[in-house]
């Protein structure tokens, strides 16, 4: 069965733009969550998303958001770009019910670069 | 506090040998633990899962104990392959009404021919 797909794979944006970026989780999860990994530095837990709702939320500012549709695919959006925010951001999907653990599932990520 | 904490920080190894990455952790209630592998630039990859009652698991090169009285578990790689570098991460699992999941920074393991 088809993994944890994330688009774009690479991106470059300049400071101040903003940014979407899509994961689509395995089918049947129903949990998504987002990670941010920056060079050297261990996995920042950004949200998780199940059935559409905000379940959890780390501790990022609000310049990070997200959303979960019907389908379970979730997008996470970046608001006014930092040269801080370059990173590699992971999505991971997990838990067919939502409930019990199933461990996460990743994808590959996508690497965002802000010049 | 939920903490996991994994030594050393980086290894360099030659390809053939044997290495032990470690990860002590402060997650109660604990529920599981898994290592994972994560090659530069991409997502990682589980590699095992052990509960409380579990002491090893092993998968091909790779094997990982658990004593969940002292809270530490250990990966062990045998015959190390260039294709092992990467970073394996320790990612402990506690119930806090629903699932939550602690991660480690990570071991950065580079194999050299």
């Known amino acids: 069965k088809a993994g944890v797909t994330q688009t774009p794979r690479y991106l470059i944006k300049t400071r101040g733009q903003q940014v979407t970026l899509s994961c689509s989780p395995i089918?049947?999860?129903?949990?998504v969550s987002w990670y941010q990994q920056t060079p050297g530095q261990g996995l920042q837990f950004l949200f998780e998303?199940?059935?559409?709702?905000?379940?959890n939320k780390g501790n990022f500012p609000g310049r990070f958001s997200g959303r979960q549709f019907s389908n379970s695919r979730s997008e996470m959006n970046v608001s006014t770009l930092e040269l801080g925010d370059s990173a590699l951001y992971l999505c991971?999907?997990?838990?067919?019910?939502?409930?019990?653990?199933?461990?996460?599932?990743f994808g590959s990520g996508t690497r965002l670069t802000v010049v | 506090k939920n903490q996991v904490e994994q030594s050393p920080q980086s290894l360099i190894i030659l390809e053939g040998k044997n290495c032990t990455l470690q990860c002590n952790y402060t997650v109660s209630p604990f529920s599981n633990l898994r290592w994972y592998k994560q090659d530069t630039g991409r997502g990682p990859v589980s590699l095992t899962i052990m509960t409380f009652s579990e002491n090893t698991k092993s998968n091909g090169r790779y094997t990982a104990t658990l004593d969940a009285d002292t809270k530490q578990s250990s990966l062990h790689i045998t015959a190390s392959q260039l294709s092992d570098s990467a970073s394996y991460i320790c990612?402990?699992?506690?119930?806090?009404?629903?699932?939550?999941?602690?991660f480690g920074t990570g071991t950065r393991l580079k194999v050299l021919a």
């Open positions: 089918s049947g999860h129903r949990s």
């Open positions: 990612v402990v699992t506690f119930t806090s009404g629903t699932y939550k999941y602690i």
């Open positions: 991971a999907s997990s838990s067919p019910l939502g409930k019990g653990d199933y461990g996460y599932t």
């Open positions: 998303y199940f059935s559409e709702t905000q379940r």
